[in-house]
């Protein structure tokens, strides 16, 4: 279970790296995309380790073979829990965007943006607000690694 968090941190640091280094210095849709599967990439990998600890508790018998059903199935086993939902929430909505058709604007400028029209909004990715959800990002990690190890990744960084 560890290892998938440990796999989930690294995914961050490459979400890190593509935000702050890659847009910097190549201001294209095409990177914003790839911030996108990088974050959809740890929820993926964090939602398997929620379900791996469900598995060892008995919760379930066996994961989905589809990311899609994983969630769906996280999201079931826990209805209660709020702040899991919301970052479902998010999940789905990331997996949304890749899903449809783009367009672009100001590319190659400091305001490089990918739309989407959705059925009732449009969604407008900027640097900006990759950043903010690479902030997202890492509070949904921590969010799983205190639910799944019991513990705040620095306990577990320092007591191990």
């Not at 590319?107 to 909004?121: A, N």
């Amino acid at each position: 279970m560890n290892e998938y968090l440990l796999d989930a941190r690294e995914e961050l640091k490459r979400l890190e790296h593509i935000i702050y280094v890659s847009l910097k210095y190549t201001r294209t849709v095409d990177v914003i995309i790839n911030a996108l599967n990088r974050m959809v990439g740890t929820f993926d990998i964090i939602i398997e380790a929620f379900l791996e600890k469900a598995k060892e508790e008995n919760k379930i018998t066996a994961l989905p073979k589809s990311p899609a059903l994983r969630a769906t199935m996280l999201g079931e086993l826990y209805p209660e829990d709020q702040e899991l939902q919301r970052y479902l929430t998010f999940y789905a909505f990331l997996k949304t965007v890749l899903k449809l058709p783009y367009s672009k604007r100001e590319e190659f400028r400091r305001h490089v943006t990918l739309i989407v029209e959705l059925d009732h909004s449009t969604a407008e990715i900027t640097i900006d607000n990759l950043t903010s959800c690479e902030k997202f990002m890492h509070s949904f990690f921590q969010y799983g690694w205190r639910n799944i190890t019991g513990k705040t990744e620095e306990d577990s960084c320092f007591n191990s």
